[in-house]
């Protein structure tokens, strides 16, 4: 049965989805292009027909997930973003959450057209937030631009701290709950 060309670009989109879910819950070297397509309902085969090596595909669905931040960090004012973000709930569920938290280690080792889909979606995000911390004419643009990349930084380590710790572990509620409150002064 032939697919249509609406029907491809579902299916490319679904695929997209899945992989960027599952990149984040695994790591890039933890998603094999099988196990992919089968997370997605596909065949194996079917892969080359969407995209032309993983790495496209890491691309694109490092994207998507940044993208989604980004449509998520719209209308969301700091104290709102940091009390979710360093949460329990964020840090139990990398395939649900951030994409730079749970990437960003594995995007450092990858070629540029990951790294420059992060660069693109790290700019969306600090955009994103920009544009509520907007209206404060004390602080100049530079200043508050700074005040975000720290906010945002900041937060990542936080994660990524707690999720290197044991599920279970005391240190790991300590450090979002220190630097939640640190940030938040």
């Known amino acids: 049965m032939r697919v249509t060309k609406m029907q491809a670009q579902e299916n490319r989109a679904h695929i997209v989805k899945t992989a960027s879910r599952l990149f984040r819950e695994r790591g890039y070297d933890g998603v094999g292009v099988a196990d992919l397509m089968s997370?997605?309902?596909?065949?194996?085969?079917?892969?080359?027909?969407?995209?032309?090596?993983?790495?496209?595909?890491?691309?694109?669905a490092a994207t998507c997930g940044l993208s989604h931040s980004s449509e998520q960090a719209q209308g969301?004012?700091?104290?709102?973003?940091?009390?979710?973000?360093?949460?329990?709930?964020?840090?139990?569920?990398?395939g649900q959450g951030c994409t730079v938290a749970a990437l960003g280690g594995d995007a450092a080792r990858q070629e540029a057209p990951i790294k420059a889909a992060f660069e693109e979606g790290i700019e969306q995000l600090l955009a994103s937030f920009a544009e509520e911390e907007e209206g404060d004419n004390a602080i100049d643009e530079r200043a508050r631009r700074a005040k975000l990349i720290s906010t945002f930084a900041h937060s990542i380590g936080a994660i990524v701290l707690s999720r290197a710790c044991p599920d279970d572990s005391l240190l790991a509620d300590e450090i979002l709950e220190v630097c939640r409150a640190e940030i938040l002064i």
Do not use: C, Q
């Open 39 to 60: 997370a997605a309902g596909f065949t194996h085969g079917g892969f080359y027909k969407h995209f032309k090596s993983k790495a496209d595909l890491m691309a694109v």
């Open 76 to 94: 969301v004012g700091i104290p709102e973003f940091v009390n979710h973000y360093l949460s329990r709930a964020h840090r139990d569920n990398p």
